[in-house]
């Protein structure tokens, strides 16, 4: 209940860090499909749970109004974009090899943390495998899972694979753009507000418009 990011709250400047609840078991709540845009938060709330579970584990305090946490065996990620060239490997044959070593040794005990699996390569390759991906820990694994993606037709699988869930980052429109309210709340989205992130990035309106 109420669980926080302790390295992001503590650097956070401007604005105040919201907390959000995680609901995870071995049963109707597996597997959490979260969805919206870039910059609001998805990959800041999957690193807490794994750090929160982390803590539990070393006997830590953890930073939430209530836990109760799992023995896990082992927490899996597959985040961020990273290469290594020197030895021949793109970033998304990092990205899969990174995925492959969770379907081989993860356990119904694991956590695992998959952010934008697929995104490497073309739309519909990178929608089938990850797709087949979440078929796969559903059905063999039933490892307990936050799977962050942009594919929304992902949110399809819920009531088709059993302990799946769509949950999905609240956002406010107002005036051509978007507030990032930061807080998780049940339900999938089909937009990711891309070209309002790109405006925010600064790219130019003529790029924007067009």
């Known amino acids: 209940i109420d669980g926080r990011h302790p390295v992001v709250e503590k650097m956070l400047k401007d604005e105040q ?4 609840n995680t609901m995870l078991d071995n049963n109707e709540n597996r597997t959490m499909i979260i969805t919206g845009p870039n910059m609001a938060g998805k990959s800041t709330y999957m ?8 803590l539990a584990h070393i006997g830590s305090f953890v930073p939430a109004t209530m836990a109760k946490i799992a023995i896990t065996d082992r927490i899996f990620t597959r985040v961020g974009a990273s290469d290594d060239v020197a030895f021949g490997q793109s970033t998304f044959m990092v990205e899969m090899m990174e995925v492959s070593n969770i379907l ?7 956590l ?24 796969y820990l559903s059905k063999h694994l039933k490892a307990k899972t936050l799977f962050a993606t942009h594919y929304h037709e992902l949110t ?7 302990g799946v869930k769509n949950y999905r980052i609240s956002v406010k429109e107002f005036n051509n753009t978007i507030l990032f309210l ?11 507000f891309g070209i309002e992130v790109a405006s925010l990035a600064g790219i130019p309106n003529e790029v924007i418009t067009r």
């Open 104 to 110: 081989k040794y993860a356990t119904n005990n694991s």
């Open 112 to 135: 695992i943390i998959l952010d934008e699996v697929g995104r490497g390569t073309s739309t519909f390759d990178g929608l089938s495998i990850a797709w087949s991906v979440m078929e």
């Open 17 to 20: 860090f919201v907390p959000n």
């Open 156 to 162: 399809e699988l819920e009531g088709s694979l059993e």
């Open 182 to 192: 930061r807080k998780i709340v049940r339900g999938g989205t089909n937009k990711s």
């Open 47 to 54: 690193r807490q749970v794994a750090l929160i579970t982390l």
